[in-house]
């Protein structure tokens, strides 16, 4: 039941009653008002958030019982923002989720966990006038404040008995001057905390590294540069996104320091002072890839075409021709292989000139992980058994980081990894093992 009183105390309506349809409730557990009087109750019992009128008549209700998003399994606390947002925790999924004043879901926020954004047992959630949200993270003893938009800002309290500290958190509240008002329900107390404030402004350095050069240009901002470190200082809780790209003779490596990344991309949320870093490095000759996809044609089909047959030179030839460059090596048993100006490959064999499906003008790594993984195969074919199609490349959304897959017909697979060792997929199904000793670049 939800009942409402005057500001003097004095009883006025209630409405709702136990049940599972249109306004009725099991275990409500929290409410939040909003500006427009519009009335937010969370239910643990049916997982959901039930929206009333100042009046009491039913609105809407939305979420259902699961962990998917715009889902429940006990959502225990509810706050509405000055522009409608709703915002709902849930203690058993322990997450923070945020919903238009409608019911349809906007994201979640924050994650499992005892690091800064991470919650335990989350029960609390307020907002005050500026839209920052406030969690009381009951588990880890503390409250976590976060920007609207779901960027970490910084936590205070912890676990304990002493001042400032909690022990059990389970609610809070913000009042019109920024003071934050706890309930620790272990210790028995409230707690009261001035206003909390952060930098306004974050520094964001940026190093360049490895063998070869680039640039680097951010989403926003603009990044001063003195020799191969760049800074820019940014409002707290602006996302800015990096993109690199590498002079010529040179090709994008690596980020590290990121919040997340993806190719040649970093991407961080500027709620602290923060250093990234991005690696480039030298790009292969032509001469080099060239030699490299003679050497993985030849190990490819060398049972095929090259039974007999052996390199001539310890080294390809580089022959200038009116179309360009041609790469080329010459085998014993009287075949050539050629790596052409337009980027194909083809071979010479019993007198008429052949094309393989490959070419050679393709990225650098591409060329360096298919050669060592056709030396592998080439030295355990029989474990392997026959090539399932294509070295696949593939990108881990997450990390940003390349991976270049062979699979074979024994349930067995090879693997460049983006660390740049091998690691090769063992019939058992014992996961991806590493072949020490071999690398790939």
């Known amino acids: 039941m939800i009942q409402k009183f005057s500001g ?18 099991q275990y409500p557990t929290s409410i939040a008002v909003d500006s427009s009087g519009y009335v937010y109750v969370t239910d643990m019992g049916l997982s959901i958030v039930a929206k009333f009128n100042s009046s009491g008549t039913f609105i809407t209700k939305w979420g259902s019982a699961g962990t998917g998003n715009g889902k ?33 879901f906007v994201k979640n926020i924050g994650s499992t966990g005892t690091g800064n954004g991470q919650f335990s047992d989350p029960i609390g959630v307020a907002v005050d ?41 389970v609610a809070v509240v913000v009042d019109s001057s920024g003071n934050v008002y706890v309930s620790d329900r272990d210790a028995e107390r409230i707690s009261k905390f001035t206003p909390v404030t952060v930098s306004s402004t974050y520094n964001l350095t940026v190093t360049t590294s490895g063998t070869g050069s680039g640039t680097v240009t951010a989403s926003s901002g603009t990044i001063s540069w003195s020799g191969s470190t760049g800074t820019a200082a940014y409002t707290s809780g602006t996302s800015v996104t990096l993109t690199a790209t590498a002079n010529s003779g040179s090709s994008f490596s690596s980020w590290s320091g990121c919040d997340s990344k993806y190719s040649n991309q970093c991407t961080v949320a500027m709620n602290a002072n923060k250093s990234v870093t991005v690696a480039f490095t030298t790009a292969v000759s032509d001469y080099q890839l060239a030699g490299d996809w003679i050497s993985a044609i030849y190990n490819k089909y060398w049972s095929s075409i090259w039974t007999t047959g052996s390199p001539v030179f310890s080294s390809v030839l580089e022959v200038s021709g009116t179309s360009g460059t041609y790469y080329m090596q ?84 090879l693997l460049a990894g983006a660390d740049g060792k091998m690691y090769y997929y063992p019939v058992n199904g014992a996961g991806w093992t590493n072949m020490m000793g071999y690398t790939w670049k």
């Not at 010459?330 to 393989?356: C, H, I, K, L, Q």
């Open 8 to 25: 003097g105390g004095a009883f006025e309506a209630s409405w709702s009653g136990l049940g599972s349809g249109g306004g009725s409730l």
């Open 72 to 104: 429940f399994q006990y959502p225990s606390g509810v706050a509405v923002d000055k522009s409608g947002n709703v915002y709902v925790v849930d203690v058993n999924n322990q997450t923070l989720q945020k919903f238009t004043s409608t019911g349809i």
């Open 330 to 413: 010459f085998y014993s048993n009287g075949t050539v292989v050629e790596a052409t100006p337009d980027g194909s490959m083809s071979y010479y064999y019993n007198g008429r000139w052949f094309y393989f499906p490959e070419s050679w003008k393709t990225s650098d790594d591409l060329a360096k992980a298919t050669a060592m993984t056709y030396f592998i195969y080439n030295a355990y074919a029989s474990y392997f058994g026959e090539p399932l199609g294509d070295i696949i490349m593939a990108t881990d959304t997450s990390s940003g980081d390349t991976y270049y897959v062979q699979f074979y017909s024994t349930g067995t697979g």
């Open 129 to 169: 006038s500026l839209g920052a949200v406030y969690v009381a993270d009951y588990g880890n003893g503390r409250v976590l404040k976060f920007a609207s938009d779901g960027t970490f800002v910084t936590t205070f309290g912890g676990s304990g008995s002493g001042s400032g500290q909690m022990t059990g958190p």
